[in-house]
C-alpha cells in the first residue's frame, strides 16, 4: 500500500451460510483505492458489488482476506475501534437515504459528530451546506424535504467528518434524473476538489460516467476496469459481459 492509496482490498472473500446453503457473493477481489479516486463498481445483480463495499468500509466481516482504511486493517480492530474508524474515516450513502425522521436537516447532518461527542467545525460545515444547497432547509425534517434534498443531507452527513472514503451504495437508485446528477456532481466534487476518496456502487452507466475509473464484478470476481469511463462506453462493456444482467 503506497501513501496515496485511501483503501485496499486484498483478495477479499465473503461466503454467506455454510454446507449446501453455501453462497460465494466474493471470490477474492483485489483493489487499491487512491486519495481524491472516484471509482464506479458495476457488474450484474448479485455479482457482490454491495457485499464488496460493505466488508471493504468494514460493515460487514470477510471470510478470507483482509480490507485496510488509511493502513489499518479492519480485521485487527475489536468492535469499539472499528466503530471509531467507521465514523472518522468513512462516510456513508445509502440508496434509500436512512435519515433519522425525527431530526431536523441539521441535526441528521452533525450527527456522526454528535454521537461521538464532537462539535462541528462551522466554517467546514457551512461549506459542505452550501455545495449541498441546502442553507434554507436546515430546520426541515426529512418528510419535508423533496428525495433530493434528503439524499444531499445524506451526502452532507456523510462529509461532515471530513472522511477519507465515502462509500455510496447505489446514491441515485432512488432519484429522477435531474436530483441525481446533482449527487453525482457533487461525489466528483468531493473528489476533485476536496480529495476524498469516493466508492460509489451504480447500475447506472450514466452514473457511472462521471468516475474516475469502473471496477466490473461478475460471480464474485474482478473482471475488468476501465478508466476515463463514458456511459456509451460502460454500455458496451456491460452488454458484452452478461446481456441480460443490463436494466
Ligand atoms: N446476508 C446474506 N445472506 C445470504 N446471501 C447473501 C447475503 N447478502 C448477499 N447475499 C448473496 O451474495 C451474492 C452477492 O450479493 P450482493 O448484494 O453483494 O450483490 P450485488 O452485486 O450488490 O447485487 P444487486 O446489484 O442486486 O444489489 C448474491 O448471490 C446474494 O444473494
Known sequence: ??????????????????????????????????????????????????????????????????????????????????TRVRREKIGFVFQSFNLLPTLSAWENIILPL??????????????????????????????????????????????ITRPELIVADEPTGNLDSRSGAQILGLLRRCAREWQQTVLMVTHDPIAAGYADRVLFLADGRLVDEMHQPTPALVLDRMRRFEPQAVR
Open 1 to 82: 500500500m503506497n501513501e496515496q492509496t485511501v483503501a485496499e482490498a486484498q483478495q477479499l472473500g465473503k461466503v454467506y451460510g455454510d454446507g449446501s446453503a453455501a453462497v460465494v457473493a466474493l471470490a477474492g477481489v483485489s483493489a487499491g483505492f487512491r486519495r481524491g479516486e472516484f471509482t464506479a463498481i458495476m457488474g450484474p445483480s448479485g455479482s457482490g458489488k454491495s457485499t464488496f463495499v460493505h466488508c471493504l468500509a468494514g460493515l460487514d466481516q470477510p471470510t478470507t482476506g483482509t480490507a485496510s482504511i488509511a493502513g489499518t486493517d479492519l480485521g485487527s480492530l475489536d468492535d469499539e475501534k472499528l
Open 114 to 159: 454528535s454521537l461521538s461527542g464532537r462539535k462541528p467545525d462551522r466554517a467546514w460545515a457551512d461549506r459542505v451546506i452550501t455545495a449541498m444547497g441546502l442553507g434554507d432547509r436546515l430546520e426541515h425534517r426529512p418528510a419535508q424535504l423533496s428525495g433530493g434534498q434528503q439524499q444531499r443531507v445524506a451526502c452532507a452527513r456523510a462529509l
